[in-house]
């Protein structure tokens, strides 16, 4: 059995620039490195750029998760959202 995820390519000020929806098999909806592969086959241009991914939680609040723990008791069915990190500078 699958589920669906439904994912926000988010840009500045958190707006979405993409939105996405992919299956992912409920064996493996828990495992953060699959869900990181399938986020990055859906966004190419995460490809070879830092990211963050959250989720929305009942509460409306955007909580990053970076661990298989974090998306096991993320409360699904969730909406991860993606971030792109961009580099800082040396000074920030």
């Known amino acids: ?6 994912a926000y390519l988010l840009g ?12 992912v098999d409920q064996d ?10 399938k986020v990055v086959d859906v966004f190419s241009t995460l490809r ?7 989720y929305k939680d009942e509460d409306g609040d955007m909580i990053a998760f970076s661990t298989d723990d974090e998306t096991a008791t993320s409360g699904q ?3 991860p959202s993606t971030t792109p990190n961009p580099p ?3 000074g920030a």
């Not at 059995?1 to 439904?6: A, D, G, I």
């Not at 493996?28 to 592969?37: G, K």
């Not at 070879?48 to 959250?54: E, G, H, I, L």
């Open 1 to 6: 059995m699958s589920m669906t995820v439904k």
């Open 12 to 23: 500045k000020e958190h707006i979405p620039k993409e939105i996405r929806r992919f299956a």
């Open 28 to 37: 493996v909806s828990t495992s953060f490195e699959y869900l990181n592969r």
């Open 48 to 54: 070879n750029v830092p990211y963050q991914m959250f």
């Open 77 to 79: 069915p969730w909406t």
């Open 88 to 90: 800082r500078s040396k």
